[in-house]
Structure formats: C-alpha cells, structure tokens
C-alpha cells in the first residue's frame, strides 16, 4: 500500500520561509512524478510545483518556491520563501507511481498540511 506522509507546514509571517516535505512509502517499484497542489478556501486546488522529466511552477510561486527530490528516499521538497498571504491554503503532496513491476500506474495523494502566512 503506498502513503505519501507530509510535514512541515505551519503559521509563518509574511515574508518568511517554510520548507515542505512529502515521502512516499510502502510497495514501490518507480515513482515517476512527484508534486505539490494547494487549494485556498472557497477556491479549485491548484498545482504549484511538479517535478518528473521537467520541473514546473505556477507562475505565482515562480522565483519564490523551490521544488526539489531526493529519488534515494523517494521524497520531494518545497522550499517556500518571501511567502505572501496569498499562499494561504492547504497544501498536497501528488505522486504518479507503479507499486510493482506488473502492476499499472497510479496517481496518489497525501492527507494535505496547513501553510497560513499571517502578521
């Protein structure tokens, strides 16, 4: 069965930094693309950064959020700084993984961690 356990989120104030971090355990064979979604109240989740073949950001986080991955621990980073009140939300890991070698692939969330930036 694999989870995907995140840490990190929490209250910072504005124009300060959070580093989230997303590890996928349990049966994987290959984990392909590794990622963080946000959704605010009241509004649509929405993808941040990915990292697979490429790296992509949202354009509202480019030049202030780093997503990084450590492949040997299948865990994925994002650095968060100069955060703003508009990043205020609830973030998700996002993984697409093949469990075993047979088996097919599949998209996996984590259970999402809180980021409030707020004076």
């Known amino acids: 069965q694999v989870q995907l356990v995140e840490s990190g989120g929490g209250l910072v104030q504005p124009g300060g930094s959070l580093r989230l971090a997303c590890a996928a355990t349990?049966?994987?064979?290959?984990?392909?693309?590794m990622g963080w979604y946000r959704q605010a109240p009241g509004k649509q989740r929405e993808l941040v950064a990915e990292?697979?073949?490429?790296?992509n950001y949202a354009n509202s986080v480019k030049g202030r959020f780093t997503i990084s991955r450590d492949n040997a621990k299948n865990t994925v980073y994002l650095q968060m700084n100069t955060l703003i009140p508009e990043d205020t939300a609830v973030y998700y890991c996002?993984?697409?993984?093949?469990?075993?070698?047979?088996?097919?692939?599949?998209?996996?969330w984590g259970q999402g961690t809180q980021v409030t930036v707020s004076s």
């Open positions: 996002n993984a697409v993984i093949r469990p075993r070698l047979m088996s097919a692939t599949s998209e996996y």
């Open positions: 349990g049966s994987i064979f290959t984990v392909y693309t």
């Open positions: 990292v697979g073949n490429v790296i």
